[in-house]
């Protein structure tokens, strides 16, 4: 028999099951991977533009992509002629530099379109959870946050790609989404 554990909002009293006290909007200190989904999670995926999802990629087309494209140019150029063993052997190079050119441009479109044509809304934070992925043998962060939608409230975990919090809990910040896609504006501090 398992036991329920009562936590009350160190404000107002209130029973709660989430991170933020949904009567009085005070921090619970709940944690956020034992708190409830009090609303439903939208299946979203980031849009955004960093070193993994570009460059990264970038590199393994431009690199690749010498060996599979260039290397026979640069050979039937000189005229040292390429045969047909050596076709075989360029055909993987290509096709890796292909794949990562796609996953480039997939990335870019994703991120454009949402920064073109995406909704803007005002996300709440609640909490922050260990994603499975491990950054310095530490694990990366996955932000929650609260959106109030036309269907009602939902939240989205907005995976960070990095160990730090960059928000506050209970912090407001402007999130633009686009169809199943959605990515965190910048907030711009003005002094």
């Not at 506050?168 to 169809?179: A, E, L, P, S, T």
Request: glycine share 6%.
């Amino acid at each position: 028999m398992s036991e329920e554990i009562k936590i009350n909002c160190p404000a107002c009293g209130a029973p709660v099951t989430s991170e933020i006290c949904p009567y009085c909007g005070a921090m619970t200190g709940l944690d956020t991977a034992s708190a409830d989904m009090e609303y439903p999670v939208l299946e979203c995926k980031e849009a955004h533009m960093n070193f993994w999802n570009i460059t990264f990629p970038l590199i393994f087309a431009f690199g690749f992509g010498f060996f599979g494209f260039a290397f026979p140019v640069i050979f039937s150029v000189a005229g040292k002629g390429f045969d047909t063993m050596a076709t075989v052997i360029c055909i993987p190079f290509a096709v890796i530099a292909v794949v990562s050119l796609v996953i480039v441009l997939k990335n870019l479109y994703y991120a454009l379109s949402v920064k073109s044509m995406g909704e803007e809304m005002e996300g709440t934070v609640y909490g922050y959870m260990d994603d499975t992925l491990l950054l310095n043998d530490r694990p990366a962060q996955i932000c929650k946050i609260l959106l109030h939608t036309s269907k009602g409230p939902r939240f989205i975990l907005y995976k960070l790609h990095d160990t730090t919090h960059p928000y506050g809990i209970n912090d407001r910040i402007n999130i633009k989404v686009y169809k199943n896609r959605f990515a965190v504006i910048k907030n711009k501090e003005r002094i």
